[in-house]
């Protein structure tokens, strides 16, 4: 199989990186754009719709820039590699694959172009306090009124809730809270009436929210797909966010890595630099086969994303979550115990790679939960 890039690949991963590189050149820098009133300079949001990146998911014809699996991972790399702020994740990944999945052509039509030309943004809210990582358990309520529906409950740690202007949210139509049957997906204005938002930073950096619903109202045409199918579309959703995430963790590992080495080349002890003691290099190396199992896995992933197989496709995107969870712990505590009392300063870029990492391995569900995934994934491929 032919892992090589084509030139459009190669041109883009070129370009989002020099991108990245040059809003990300420091530590300080991306403490600053941290601290913008929505977690991000508008301006820098401005410099990747530009670049066409909020686009990536949309077709040519749709007007978007076309792309796939392989170039969401070469841009979630590089966002992972500079510790990008700006909600790609939420957006790029989550909120439009969400429109891309189930949007009807009129729900495209009116919401693309705003995607693209950078004057709108999307997040998913799909967790809820009591369902862990469970995407089947939903409190939250869509009650049928005339035409339309009406919604009421709340949603935690909503990525970038506050910067959006729709959020794709999942509201129980009927049956019970953890029925797998009666979940819609709704695009709800984050400014309609009842919708609030309060939001707060997260550890690695990140914004998030907590989302209440009292009595909102929105029309039959809000609904993505069947109102009460949508399930197996939040699965995709999530599965899509659990290949990128896999690659932003790549991209963060390798610069955990290149930093941690350089360290031990340039700290010393005993009259010589502490890279020389073999047992830190074996160390060293205990991180690199971390690293490369991470990058097969990302891989793995961006080929079975798009599998038209949902037990398969479900069992791969465990799989790799619970090697990419495994990795983000090893390699991250690596670096910390061979950095010493510095992989842990809010001063030192190292620390805020391991607390990236340290989120990701339980972004879109921890190793135990994917464990059961996995194995539920892989009876239904037996019974098969």
């Not at 978007?64 to 790029?92: D, K, Q, W, Y």
């Not at 949007?103 to 009591?130: C, D, F, N, W």
């Not at 398969?312 to 990795?327: C, P």
Request: glycine fraction near 10%; charged fraction near 20%; charge should be negative.
């Amino acid at each position: 199989m032919d892992f090589d890039l084509n030139e459009d690949q190669s041109l883009l991963r070129d370009s989002v990186e020099r991108l990245c590189a040059d809003l990300y050149p420091a530590l300080e820098a991306r403490q600053k754009h941290a601290g913008a009133p929505l977690g991000f300079p508008e301006a820098n949001w401005q410099t990747f719709v530009e670049l066409g990146i909020p686009g990536l998911p949309f077709t040519e014809e749709e007007g978007g820039f076309g792309g796939g699996p392989v170039e969401t991972m070469l841009v979630m790399e590089a966002v992972g590699r500079n510790l990008v702020v700006e909600p790609l994740l939420a957006s790029v990944v989550l909120g439009s694959t969400a429109l891309r999945l189930g949007g009807s052509a009129a729900q495209k039509e009116r919401y693309i172009p705003g995607l693209v030309e950078g004057t709108l943004r999307l997040t998913l809210a799909h967790t809820e306090r009591q369902s862990r990582y469970d995407l089947f358990d939903v409190a939250t309520t869509a009650r049928r009124s005339g035409d339309g529906f009406v919604l009421n409950g709340a949603k935690s740690v909503v990525p970038n809730a506050d910067s959006a202007g729709l959020i794709v949210v999942s509201a129980r139509v009927s049956g019970e809270r953890r029925d797998r049957s009666g979940i819609g997906l709704f695009l709800v204005p984050a400014d309609a009436a009842g919708v609030s938002v309060t939001a707060y930073p997260a550890q690695d950096g990140g914004r998030a929210a907590e989302v209440s619903f009292s009595d909102v109202s929105v029309p039959a045409d809000a609904v993505l797909g069947d109102p009460e199918g949508g399930l197996p579309l939040l699965e995709r959703v999530v599965e899509h966010g659990i290949a990128a995430l896999a690659a932003e963790a790549v991209g963060s590992m390798e610069t955990l890595h290149r930093l941690t080495v350089e360290y031990l080349k340039t700290r010393t002890q005993f009259g010589t630099s502490i890279g020389a003691f073999q047992a830190l290099q074996h160390r060293a190396v205990d991180m690199l086969i971390e690293l490369e199992q991470a990058r097969s896995m990302a891989l793995y992933a961006a080929m079975m994303v798009e599998s038209d197989d949902p037990a398969a496709r479900a069992a791969a995107l465990a799989a790799v979550k619970i090697r990419i969870n495994t990795a983000c712990r090893a390699l991250g505590q690596e670096a910390v115990q061979l950095h010493g009392g510095i992989g842990m300063t809010m001063e030192y870029l190292g620390a805020h790679h391991f607390k990236r990492l340290a989120m990701i391995a339980t972004q879109l569900g921890d190793t135990p939960h994917h464990m059961r995934t996995l194995t539920d994934a892989e009876d239904g491929l037996l019974a098969a």
